[in-house]
């Protein structure tokens, strides 16, 4: 509760603007502002002889709920929780007012005009913005001003106790001595086998352990659903595509691939005009129709060095690489295809494709396969989605839905708001099945868009509340329970005699597992075992001290063999220092709440 107090006090301006804004208007409307800040509604509670409000308690409830911090299941647990903090909150104000705490005007103006929630881009209070949020959130000006004012004399009187406590410096001394302490201790887990004997569970033990546990065996609000979903996906697969289909959808794809290509260049405008370099290519076309290699070709005839002792090849390229030219030559024609004569500024060219950079047809076939369906079915999709959506609105069931639209009507088993199994527990589902509308009231759900190609519609076949379960259904889940806490119990009995053994002096042949220099934060110890190892007094005689140490249903001995006192880190010494303040700090507000909920007369209704 100290910690919730601190939280709500710290930022009023975050909690009055963004969160009464938000979510007020969202929850009850305009005219629900008129009934929280005018008038009383019933009495939940008083404290002192001043009432807090059902409309009060409802509103910090809801708040909760719809900023994340609690689910809605939990909503009747946090009731009490809120009305709890209500009640401190009052307590603290009250004692703040009667200490004389005050605030003058001044300082209510600059707190006002510092807060984020009033300023404009430019980091200045906004007048206009300061009335019309106000405005929104159901506040006048003054009213605002009393309630501001209340809030900082609370958080001023936390902050006055909270520095007014102190730790002296031996104490600091004592607690860096402890935080850099290490232990070198041994460590050994029982097991069932030590037990003398197998424990026994009686049906008593069975019933006593179910009633006082029953919250674990509760089954939570549950429902079955019935939906129906249209999926592109599955329209799809019932498409024939044709193989020229395949084909033209395979050679557009290679319309913009990457491909490996070749060249002969032939330059001009210094020994050679350029219609002597159009004469020239044109001889080297006319030996290509006549069957002669293009490497052969370029071989003989390109002026360009780097590449013609290669048959031309100019490796694999992208769209861009030459200028728009030579991208049209090489991108508009086919592997094995020659282009016709290009000009660029390097000279003129013949471009010959040796190579696409993509898989051949028969690996793309599935892939083009579903591409080409999809798209041929888009339409028809589109139109099967609104027809859901017109039909599902209007319906009174899901049944004749998907009887219109020859859809699969699917039926779930039980599912809680966690989700079910398979499209049940996509995002969205199992919020759109709980939502009012669908749960309360009955209707078929909204259009829930699963992906790109699946659309959903859902409604709610049964209901049942959270329950917990007969003892019948769950005596296995129990009986193990009610195991393990005997046998924890019979393995701390044997801890305690072990412990006393090895104290007297026995030596029992035991598998221990040694750690040594372990400080206070050591990960490789389980914690359990950890704490209960720096609880043990200092060994004497080099004489090892023993213990036991319970973690969950495993007993550990312990047998502390040396205390050292670790190496100095001022870092970690200063952090451990502040935090001592901030815990004692903490203290002092939370004694000061207590006494005051001693002292105080407060009602509950």
Known sequence: MLQSIRDRSRSWGAKIIVGAVVVTMALFGVESLVGLFGGSGDEVAKVNGQTITRQQLEMEVQRAIRTGQVPPEQERALRGQVLDELIGERLLTAFAEDGGLYLSEEQLDQVIVTLPEFQDQSGRFDSDLFRNRLASAGFTPTSFREALRVDLKRQQLQQGLAVSDFTLPSERETLAALQRQTRSFRHHTLDVEDLPEP???SEADLLAYYEDNAERYQRPEQVRLEYVIVDR????ERVEISEASLRDAWEARGRDADRRVSHIMVTFNGERSRDEAVTRLEAVRERLAEGDAFA?????YSDDPSTAEQGGDLGVISRGFFGDDFDEAAFGIGPGQVSSIVETSSGLHLVKVTELDQPPLEEMRDE?????????VSDTFNRRVQTLIDESFAADDLASVAESLDLQLYQSDWVSRDGGEGVLSEPGVMSEAFSEDVLVEGFNSEVI???????M???VAEHREATVLPLDDVRDQVMAAVERRKQREALLEVARERVDELRAGADPELDWERVEGATRQSGQVPQAVLRAAFRLPHPADDQPVFGHASDGDRVVLIA???VDEGEIDPQVEAFVARMAEQLRGQAAVQGLQVHLRDTADIERR
């Not at 996906?233 to 799809?236: D, H, I, P, R, S």
């Not at 868009?449 to 659309?455: G, N, S, Y």
């Open 199 to 201: 424990v026994s569970v």
């Open 233 to 236: 996906e599955e329209m799809a």
């Open 296 to 300: 052969d070709l370029a071989q003989e």
């Open 368 to 376: 083009l396969t579903r591409e080409l369906a999809l798209a041929q």
């Open 449 to 455: 868009e699963l992906d790109q190609d699946r659309r």
């Open 457 to 459: 519609v859902l409604r």
């Open 560 to 562: 502390l063999e040396a």
